[in-house]
């Protein structure tokens, strides 16, 4: 698997870095077929055939380790900016 970290800075408490998280994961579970749950209080697992995530919510950030599979290689890119830009929407 393809290893890809992106960091997204916030100014909020991990509580609401959390909750805004929290209210999209119904989001992706639906659009794409992804598995969402909460590991402990600030570990977010997301896991969909091809593609496993971490977000972890520290103080200051957030921060992803996502692991591709093969057919999802050639879309790294793609992948690390919608999410970079996602995340930056939602702790905004």
């Given at each position: 698997m393809n290893k890809l970290e992106v960091d997204i800075a916030h100014r909020l408490s991990r509580d609401e870095a959390r909750s805004?998280?929290?209210?999209?994961?119904?989001k992706l579970a639906r659009d794409f077929?992804?598995?969402c749950n909460w590991d402990g209080g600030s570990r977010l697992v997301v896991k969909r055939k091809?593609?496993?995530?971490y977000l972890d919510i520290a103080?200051?950030?957030?921060?992803?380790?996502m692991e591709l599979g093969m057919f999802m290689r050639p879309f790294?890119?793609?992948i690390r900016a919608g999410?970079?830009?996602?995340l930056a929407d939602i702790l905004a």
């Open positions: 805004r998280i929290d209210r999209v994961t119904e077929s992804a598995e091809g593609l496993q995530a103080d200051d950030r957030v921060h992803v380790d790294a890119g793609t999410i970079a830009k996602q």
